[in-house]
């Protein structure tokens, strides 16, 4: 129940928003994602051992000591040949994002506090009931453990973004917000296709009868849209992997594997499929970037450790090289793009594109330190870039312009300001003892780590490496023109940075920090296991995978 | 816990307690006050530094030892790295003990500089105070320098070593609103950066390989896995590299070269030494703390440390750098007219210097030249601070002169300095200052690798047993001394120097093919460029195999007293993990560290001529640097007639002259003996100094006793002399001598004032390289990529305008229309931007849908036999 009501405060909150007055609604709203806020922290707590763990429910068969916390279960709509059930449950992999997006949310709502002087006058009721609605979809994505619910879900995201991107934007606002609603809905077709096949295909595996993976003493007689079942049911997984499995006459595990990765692979976002980010962020008003930068590509990473690897294990085998290879070109493609920026947001955009390629290396190689470093850099950018974003956004509310070329000497200006954006960007940065670094450097160990595994491994760590010095480069001298130098008389009359807004910067800034010190303890203890059960179990389908290779 | 431990690890929290109160309530503590914190902080770290340093001092070799071990035992543990722990933990010896000693105190005395050095208007940034942000930038490097300094482990050296070059980056960029200021540091931190690409790689093979981060645990496990041929050394492992094939030797190596890339950022080695120059923007003592005294010489300090992990070859890129880094550096240092930069080269060659010293194997030599110049360059670069703070910020050393009587205190701690800096010292009396016994070393130990080291010796002396005291030995023509203990069946215990063992072939033809165990890279003879000798090195035996290394605990100094009080030099540290068990050896690899050592090529001549010419260009360049400043006539009466100096500023120079003299004779070199016995201990390491305890007694070690060595330590010795001679009669009469010396070597001049054009050059190669490649990229981005999605969209756009007149209007728009209703009705209060063109987008959608479902399917086909695995290796 508890995540249940984490998922829907939101809704709620949304609805009171409509009926309160004007004035009244930023108010519910912030009281609405602190509310919601404050719930997702009990989420933690069987994660520190101090919760009901007895309630838990195995997964992976349990035999890797894996658990499924706050399981809500119901059956939701039911056929004659299917039944789909509304299945929410947190383990490791969810729990850090689902906190992180109450986080990001909340402070992206206090964020637009100052909705009124936005110059935009639209319907401020509108915003704030769209704003949690998005939240309430994004909760739900990292919750639902059932495909169809956590499709539903998917789908509930796009249609709040695209209006807020689209109405309460930039100039260029609607080429943004269609574009970001297209690239997603073209990826999410082809999700729609691997949701239906993969039904249709474990019913075929299960025909017999088979145990369920992790309910002792089920049977499961029809296809099913449970993830945890598709992952662990070993009557699906080799049904799944065989070779002699085909779907429109190709191998059905790489198939698979691809069409989801696609739809994931847009909201990541991975070259080539990137360039509605740019956009998206430009034209979108500050909190909207720091939701899209902090907590919605989240969705495509999260997608691959859910839903591609745990299912699909094979596929990632069969693919690893192309994935590699985009996550390689996306580090130093979207580091040079960000290098060659003069638009402020743009340039922290495409710094995004650079981060979020170390998730899709770590994650494609398929080892522990790899899957590790990536989920690790998903939070640390879940923190670091909202926070840049921010800093974006409060200098854009004072000059109204993003050309960094025309700032200078901030610091200067507003000191206090000017040292959370060193905080902010060197984490971006990935200086060690900040958040970046940690997702960075076990990435590249992970990375060099699979050099047993595959031939590549060794040249992709270095030249994911050497963007290092790529990242140095453009964040280094994007503090140089924009926060050093001499003041500008343009800017000299720039107010320091507001109690609010210092209030959004710190507890942002204070996470870069911690988490850069002390990762094991605020976030490896609670991960480790599942990502550990997830490529043990991708690991133990290599195995088989060689024979399966012989297959092709 | 140990007490040193503790005091260790509290000294280095202190200063970040100290960075805490000032980031949140340094405005209000004020100017002089803010400065007292980060002085008080540093202050109590340097007494805690001191009780270390006291108390370690007095602890025999086994105690040491038996602290070592038990602090490698507690850590905490950090995170995970897949398989491998991470901890941290204080890494305890002799060489930390020292460190961390120096580190202190050189930061504290530079501290308390920093308050009379912003007395004046040197904090204002534009014009606003920014006083309590220097000290807190101050303190957060004390903790990051000190956290370098004890870190246990590689990722934590490597964390703290990005934390000083972030403190480095904020301090040169001080003055931020000056754009040099701003430039230089983005300059600094980059190339740095690069630096640690290159140490991001190292790091990479160590955990790969060694499967550890831990110090110690990564060269017992090189050494292990040298020993056995498994892991890095297995044989038939290669790793493809982008067509480049590592194996064994080579990949070690390439680990080496990897970490040492970090070192020559930090230390600002060819080819990365631009930066340091540029980071004389920085405020004085800033360059007086951080670029010359302690953060440059990390690099130095963190080769010292991974000694453990370099072969033969590494070493020999190490000291070719080395090499290159302090002549080029040199010689541009002579044609300096800023008082700051002709400091900031005289660091890089001195940096080369120990860089040099490191690669050639001159271990100790290396790292107490660090230490004595750190001493030294501290001073004189605060001597600078107080000539340009009294000049009113004056740095062209072309408008002083006559500076002496201004100001007595500067110019003559400036001189010991000078001194210092030139190995002023009178060959044959043992006398001198620091640099001349650390330079003089290296320069011993590089000429015998040069041209002794092919040369079969004389056997004399038992094998295997004790010798006699130090001077009976020192009759032999070698200089190569280690320690080495007899194999393990024999249970006393022996320590013989510059004798090597019996069992060692010294024919000529003996060549390394013959070599039982010996790795097969090492057999093709190409490790490196450099050929090996045919002949089996004398230098065979020095080393005392590896096995052995884990019983070095049994060789303790109460097994064999007589011996002790012979050579109450010796002091040896072990190995932390002696109380482990020995492995049994590897019957294959027993004599590998022979067979290792035979492989280890002598230097090219070129490297030892480099280094013994700068050292005459040396002490020319600093003698003209004091001569210019200090004596002659005044040359700009204005810039005179300001010049003062202020105690607070002049009290520390005085210190820290004192301290040069100290740490040209005590304390300091036994230590850095000590520490040597552990660190250059490893297979595939030649190390040739190693026993003598004092400065003084290496010195005449290795070159006044010997015969051969005669004309060297002359040469050598009174280089400082004939240097100063030349630059006084250049310099006496004022700068036009050097105008015309300069006018006759033209180009030449140029081309050094010019610093061989490296900045031009980088600035073309890589700054604009890398713009204008980012530039092709935004463009690709902006319109190729983009193009095609809206190119995409155009032709949708049109089949929908298409379809939609035609049979399928009614049903699509039946659909679209409801849909766009929902929409509508949902964000009622909403207008929704695209009323009228919602169908074709969606129209869209589903039409690109089916095109990438189809591209996937038909188009791209991973499925076809053979190729989608192709990636696994089988």
């Given amino acids: 129940m508890l995540l249940t009501s984490v998922v829907f405060a939101p809704l709620i909150g949304a609805i009171v928003c409509l009926i309160m007055p004007k004035e009244l609604t930023r108010v519910v709203a912030v009281l609405t994602s602190a509310i ?209 499995t085909l779907f429109l006459g190709r191998a059905f595990a790489p198939l698979m594997f691809m069409f989801l990765f696609v739809g994931f692979a847009v909201k990541l976002p991975a070259v080539p499929l990137h360039t509605w980010l740019p956009d998206a962020h430009v034209e979108a008003p500050t909190p909207i970037s720091m939701i899209l930068a902090g907590v919605l590509l989240k969705m495509g990473g999260y997608g691959f450790l859910r839903l591609c690897y745990p299912i699909f294990p094979t596929g990632g085998v069969a693919w690893a090289g192309v994935l590699a290879t985009i996550g390689v070109v996306s580090i130093l493609y979207g580091a040079l793009c960000a290098m060659a920026q003069t638009d402020f947001k743009k340039l922290v955009a495409y710094s995004s594109v650079s981060h979020m390629g170390y998730v899709l290396l770590g994650i494609a190689v398929m080892t522990h330190t790899g899957f590790q470093g990536a989920m690790f850099q998903m939070i640390a950018h879940g923190v670091s870039s909202p926070m840049c974003f921010f800093l974006v956004g409060v200098i854009y509310d004072r000059a109204h312009h993003r050309e960094i070329n025309r700032f200078g000497g901030l610091w200067l200006t507003m000191p206090k300001y000017g040292t959370m954006a060193t905080i902010g960007f060197f984490a971006s940065l990935g200086l060690p003892g900040l958040c970046g670094f940690i997702g960075e450097i076990y990435v590249l160990l992970g990375t060099f780590e699979a050099r047993h595994q595959f031939a590549w491994a060794v040249p992709a760590a270095i030249l994911a490496a050497s963007a290092v010095i790529l990242t140095a480069g453009y964040v280094l001298w994007l503090i140089q023109r924009v926060y050093l130098g001499p003041e500008r008389e343009e800017h000299a009359g720039f107010p320091e940075a507001t109690g609010r807004e210092m209030l959004i910067l710190v507890p942002f800034a204070a996470f870069c920090i911690l988490f850069g010190i002390l990762p094991k303890h605020l976030f490896f203890d609670y991960v480790n296991g599942t990502l550990v059960n997830i490529v043990d179990a991708v690991q133990a389908a290599t195995q088989t995978g060689a024979a399966y290779a012989a297959g092709f | 816990m140990s007490n040193y431990e503790t005091y260790l690890a509290i000294g280095v929290v202190i200063p970040l307690i100290s960075f805490v109160i000032l980031l949140f309530f340094g405005p209000r503590l004020g100017k002089p006050t803010a400065g007292w914190v980060a002085v008080s902080a540093m202050g109590a770290s340097c007494v805690l530094a001191t009780m270390t340093l006291v108390g370690w001092h007095g602890e025999d070799s086994i105690a040491r030892m038996s602290l070592t071990a038990a602090a490698s035992h507690n850590q905490f543990h950090w995170a995970d790295l897949g398989a491998v722990a991470v901890r941290i933990g204080v890494k305890l010896d002799s060489l930390t003990v020292i460190m961390f000693f120096m580190v202190t105190f050189i930061s504290f005395w530079i501290f308390v500089f920093s308050i009379g050095y912003m007395a004046g208007h040197s904090d204002e940034v534009a014009g606003k105070s920014k006083y309590h942000r220097f000290f807190c930038y101050l303190s957060l490097f004390g903790f990051s320098m000190l956290g370098l300094v004890v870190s246990s482990n590689l990722l934590f050296l490597f964390i703290f070593w990005e934390l000083v070059g972030l403190c480095s980056y904020l301090l040169i960029g001080f003055y931020f609103d000056k754009k040099f200021a701003s430039d230089a540091a983005m300059k600094a931190f980059i190339t740095n950066r690069v630096g640690d690409f290159g140490f991001i790689f190292g790091l990479m093979m160590v955990f790969f390989f060694l499967h550890t981060l831990d110090l110690d645990g990564a060269a017992a496990e090189f050494a292990h896995q040298y020993r056995s041929e498994s892991g890095i050394f297995e044989q038939g492992f290669v790793i493809n590299l982008f067509g480049w094939q590592l194996s064994g030797m080579t990949l070690a190596t390439a680990m080496g070269i990897g970490l040492f890339c970090g070192a020559m950022g930090k230390s600002a080695q060819f080819p990365l030494q631009v930066w340091l120059p540029d980071a004389m923007a920085g405020p004085t003592p800033v360059s007086a703390l951080i670029h010359a005294a302690t953060m440059v010489a990390a690099g130095v300090y963190l080769v010292a440390r991974v000694f453990r992990l370099l072969t033969p070859d590494a070493q020999m890129f190490i000291a070719v750098i080395g090499c290159i880094t302090l002549t080029l550096m040199a010689l541009v240092a002579v044609v300096q007219t800023d008082i700051k930069k002709c400091l900031a080269y005289s660091t890089l060659s001195q940096l080369g210097y120990m860089i040099f010293g490191l690669g050639v194997g001159a271990w100790i030599a290396a790292l107490f030249h660090l230490m004595t110049h750190a001493f030294f360059k501290a001073m004189l670069f605060l001597g600078s601070g ?11 050393m072309r408008k002083m002169g006559g500076l002496m009587k201004k100001m007595p205190m500067t110019g003559l701690t400036f001189l010991i300095g000078v001194l210092a800096i030139s190995g002023f010292g009178i060959p044959g009396m043992g006398v001198g200052l620091g640099g001349y016994f650390s330079k003089d070393e290296i320069l011993a130990v590089a000429w015998d690798r040069s041209y002794m080291w092919n040369e079969p010796i004389e056997h004399h002396g038992d094998a295997g047993h004790a010798e006699g005291d130090l001077q009976s030995t020192s009759a032999g023509t070698s200089v190569a001394v280690r320690i080495v203990p007899e194999g393990r069946s024999d249970n006393s215990p022996a320590i013989h120097r510059r004798d090597p063992m019996p069992t060692v072939t010294r024919s000529p033809v003996g060549t390394v093919e013959s070599t039982p165990g010996l790795h097969p890279s090492l057999r093709d003879s190409n490790v490196s460029g450099i050929r090996n000798p045919p002949a089996i090195n004398r230098r065979a035996t020095f080393d005392r195999p590896y096995g052995a290394d884990r019983d070095v605990a049994a060789l303790t100094a109460a097994d064999t007293p007589d011996h002790r009080n012979a050579e109450s030099s010796f002091r040896l540290v072990s190995d932390p993990h002696a109380a482990i068990p020995s492995e049994p050896r590897d019957s294959s690899r027993a004599d590998a560290p022979t067979s290792i050592k035979a492989g280890i090529p002598a230097l090219p001549k070129w490297l030892f001529w480099c280094a013994l010419i700068t050292a005459y260009v040396t002490p020319f360049y600093m003698m003209r640097c004091w001569w210019m400043t200090f004596m002659g006539k005044p040359r700009d009466q204005h810039v005179h007639d300001h010049a003062h100096e202020s105690p607070m500023m002049w009290f520390p120079l005085v210190v820290l002259a004192v301290f040069t003299f100290v740490a040209s004779y005590w304390v300091f070199r036994p230590m850095i003996a000590d520490a040597a016995a552990v660190a250059t201990n490893a297979v595939a390491v030649v190390g040739l100094d190693g026993v003598a305890d004092t400065a003084g007694q290496a010195h005449g070690e290795l070159i006044h006793v010997h015969d051969a060595h005669h004309w060297l330590a002359t040469g050598v010795g009174w280089s400082w002399l004939i240097a100063f001679v030349v630059a006084f009669l250049i310099y006496r009469n004022g700068l036009a001598l050097g105008s015309k010396l300069k006018a006759l070597f033209g180009p030449l001049a140029t081309l050094l004032e010019k610093k061989y054009y490296f900045d031009e050059l980088y600035g073309f190669l890589f700054v604009m390289g890398c713009r204008a490649v980012a530039q092709v990229c935004r463009f690709f981005d902006t319109y190729i990529i983009d193009m095609f999605a809206n190119l995409a969209a155009k032709i949708t756009e049109r089949f929908a305008a298409f379809s939609g007149r035609g049979v399928d209007a009614n049903v699509v728009d039946g659909v679209f229309n409801g849909l766009a209703a929902t929409s509508m009705d949902i964000s009622n209060l909403v207008r929704s ?42």
């Fill in chain 2, 833 to 874: 931007p695209q009323t009228g063109r919602i169908r074709n987008y969606v129209l869209f959608a589903a039409g690109g849908a089916a095109v990438v479902i189809l591209l996937v399917l038909f188009l791209v086909s991973p499925l076809a036999p053979g190729t989608m695995l192709s990636a696994i290796n089988p």
């Fill in chain 1, 36 to 244: 919601t806020f404050a719930l997702s922290l009990f989420l933690i707590l069987p994660f520190l051992g101090g919760g009901d763990a007895s309630r838990a429910i195995e997964v992976f068969g349990g035999a890797y000591g894996e658990k499924l916390h706050f399981v809500h279960r119901l059956p939701w709509i039911t056929g004659e040949t299917f039944s789909i059930e509304y299945f929410l449950g947190v383990d490791g992999l969810s729990m850090p994002l689902i906190v992180l997006t109450t986080f990001v949310a909340l402070l992206a709502c206090l964020a637009s506090w100052n909705f009124n002087e936005w110059k935009i006058n639209k319907s401020i009721k509108g915003y704030f009931f769209l704003f949690l609605l998005l939240e309430m979809g994004m909760i739900g994505t990292f919750a639902a453990l059932n495909f169809f619910l956590f499709y539903i879900f998917w789908e509930i995201m796009l249609l709040p973004m695209y209006f807020l991107i689209g109405v309460w934007g930039g100039p260029r606002k609607e080429y943004a917000a269609i574009k970001f609603f297209l690239f997603t809905l073209a990826g999410s077709v082809l999700m729609l296709v691997a949701l239906v096949a993969m039904f249709f295909y474990s019913g075929e595996a299960v025909a017999g009868g088979a145990p369920s993976g992790y309910l002792s003493g089920v049977e499961i007689t029809q296809g099913t849209f449970d993830l945890i079942e598709l992952a662990t049911n070993d009557a699906i997984q080799q049904h799944f992997g065989a070779s002699s």
């Fill in chain 2, 386 to 396: 107080q000539v340009i703070e009294g000049c009113h910020h004056e740095q062209d």
